[in-house]
């Protein structure tokens, strides 16, 4: 050591000030390739709806049975300025974000148990893998016995789609938990809570948060079944409703908000899991999903 | 001090990692186990760490029997192990999570210091070299002031100039409070660079082959030609070890 050294050597305080540039040339690019990503995910849709718009207008097509997107657009405003609209949105939203937030309780619960109890997994999981192959709409009869026609028996279906995604993916996550982080909590003496909510849940936390998006996905999905058994307000029966009474552009108006809607969801639990996925550093983490 | 007697352990596989290990390790000493890739290394520390059980004999610390990890023993494993969810601040704040928060913060922050990151503390483990990452992994052992502190290969995943600095700043780390250091390495150079006594191992099972004490004048230097004497004494011994194991193994 302490050889004297011919190389030249770069003084501490200029190094800094090199790195220092380097990050803040980064960020314009940023903003301006998410916005082409951004483009060329719209370049399909628009070019098919433009296609579709001009084929009914020159008569190549008739928009009966595939109204176009203005006609949709008319018949949702129509149901904006008469108020239905609104209140099945609200309905629809309520009954999704009940379903969710009691899905997502009990399957982050019971997930935590069964990935953490080698003795907890062996008495539920069998039973809960069995329940999960029963097609949704089979519950539909008896949630309606158990839980009545009205609200209740539309959340717990909601919340039985919601739930497994999240039970399933949470305790596999947790067991696959790298025993190397396990260790540094027991060589700190960690309590069982401690380790669960310290190291494995914050471990499992990505996998988490997209087993969250899947469960709002299938949220989604569940609340049209819900729906469809006998509701007085919600898109689910708009759909229904536009069905029994004809109108292919009150289906079509559902189902674009069913779409829009989803979406929004997804990227709001999308963007609460980015903010809190700061520290991950995975291949391609830095480009999120947009 | 540090007691280990008749030491066994056999995997619940049948595999018998460690034998008959016994040794003492003096309060304040700075011991070095060398011994090659699969001698049990790692599985004596897990030991004493008291991350694992042993089968037969036992391991005591100032007299009571180490049956589970203790606040007085200290660990830093081969990889940093850093929660990569948490700042490195907090990585450190890991191991004193029962004090008042203040005091977490003032005792974070000076060891920090003390291995020179006061200023990362707030970056993310991801954000760090190798070296960093292994000189936080360090602090989070220290900040609990533990009276030994058990280091597996710590530095074997760095390159050689990196490895030295740390090797020194080890050094000057240990005066401050003087923990019993107990080094797992392969790196014999390592060993004779930090060690007070270095403990050569024979493999499966695993089990001390000898134990030389090491006098040497600190600061050392690794062309020395004492230092390189030793260094080519050890060697052979480590040779002895392998070679003993090899014709264990062919003629049975
Ligand atoms: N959990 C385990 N189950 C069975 N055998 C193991 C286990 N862990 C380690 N071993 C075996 O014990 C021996 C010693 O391992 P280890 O202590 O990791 O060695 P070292 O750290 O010296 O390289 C190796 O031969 C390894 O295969
Ligand atoms: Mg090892």
């Keep these: 050591m302490n050889q004297e050294s011919s190389l030249p050597t770069t003084p501490p305080d200029k190094q800094s000030q090199w790195s220092g540039g380097k990050e803040t040339i980064e960020s314009p690019n940023r903003w301006k390739k998410t916005g082409e990503t951004w483009l060329i995910g719209l370049l399909l849709p628009v070019t098919l709806t433009l296609g579709w718009e001009i084929a009914v207008v020159q008569g190549w097509s008739s928009d009966r049975l595939l109204p176009t997107v203005s006609t949709i657009l008319n018949t949702l405003w129509d149901l904006v300025q008469s108020g239905e609209l609104p209140t099945h949105i609200a309905n629809t939203l309520q009954r999704v974000f009940l379903g969710f937030v009691f899905g997502t309780l009990?399957?982050?619960?019971?997930?935590?148990?069964?990935?953490?109890?080698?003795?907890?997994?062996?008495?539920?999981d069998p039973t809960l893998q069995a329940l999960r192959s029963i097609p949704s709409i089979a519950w539909v009869p008896m949630f309606i016995l158990w839980f009545g026609i009205f609200e209740t028996s539309k959340v717990v279906l909601i919340a039985v789609g919601v739930f497994f995604p999240i039970y399933l993916s949470l305790s596999d996550a947790l067991r696959s938990v790298d025993?190397?982080?396990?260790?540094?909590?027991?060589?700190?003496?960690?309590?069982?809570?401690e380790l669960i909510l310290r190291i494995l849940l914050p471990a499992t936390l990505p996998t988490y948060l997209v087993s969250l998006r899947t469960g709002l996905g299938l949220g989604w999905m569940f609340v049209v079944a819900a729906e469809f058994m006998g509701a007085e307000y919600g898109l689910g029966y708009l759909l229904i409703d536009g069905q029994q009474t004809g109108r292919p552009a009150v289906i079509l108006g559902a189902i674009v908000i069913f779409a829009l809607l989803g979406k929004l969801t997804d990227w709001l639990v999308a963007l609460l899991a980015g903010c809190w996925l700061s520290w991950q550093d995975g291949f391609q983490t830095g480009e999120n999903h947009a | 001090m540090l007691d280990i007697r008749k030491l066994q352990k056999r995997y619940p596989n049948g595999f018998l990692a460690l034998a008959d290990f016994s040794l003492s390790v003096k309060q304040g000493e700075i011991l070095a186990i060398v011994g090659g890739s699969g001698c049990g290394k790692s599985t004596l520390l897990r030991l004493i760490a008291g991350l694992d059980q042993p089968t037969a004999g036992s391991i005591l610390l100032d007299g009571t029997t180490v049956l589970a990890p203790r606040p007085e023993i200290g660990v830093v494993f081969q990889e940093p192990r850093l929660m990569p969810w948490l700042t490195?601040?907090?990585n450190v704040a890991f191991g004193i999570r029962h004090l008042p928060i203040e005091e977490q913060n003032q005792r974070v922050e000076r060891v920090l210091e003390r291995v020179g990151l006061a200023t990362l503390s707030q970056r993310w483990p991801k954000e760090l070299s190798g070296g960093q990452a292994q000189r936080v992994a360090l602090a989070r052992a220290l900040v609990g002031q533990p009276e030994v502190l058990l280091l597996d290969e710590p530095y074997s995943a760095l390159d050689a100039l990196t490895r030295h600095d740390l090797q020194e700043h080890l050094l000057k780390l240990w005066v401050d409070q003087r923990p019993t250091l107990i080094l797992v390495t392969h790196d014999i150079e390592e060993a004779l660079f930090?060690?007070?006594?270095?403990?050569?191992?024979?493999?499966?099972?695993?089990?001390?082959?000898s134990s030389f004490p090491v006098y040497l004048e600190h600061p050392r230097q690794r062309q020395d030609s004492l230092f390189l004497e030793w260094r080519s004494k050890l060697l052979a011994e480590l040779n002895q070890a392998a070679q003993a194991h090899e014709k264990s193994t062919l003629s049975a």
């Design chain 1, 179 to 193: 025993r190397k982080l396990v260790e540094v909590g027991q060589s700190f003496r960690f309590q069982h809570h």
């Design chain 2, 88 to 90: 490195i601040s907090k």
């Design chain 1, 106 to 124: 009990t399957g982050t619960v019971l997930g935590s148990l069964s990935g953490y109890w080698p003795l907890v997994r062996q008495l539920l």
């Design chain 2, 194 to 209: 930090l060690a007070d006594r270095i403990v050569v191992l024979q493999p499966q099972p695993g089990r001390v082959k």
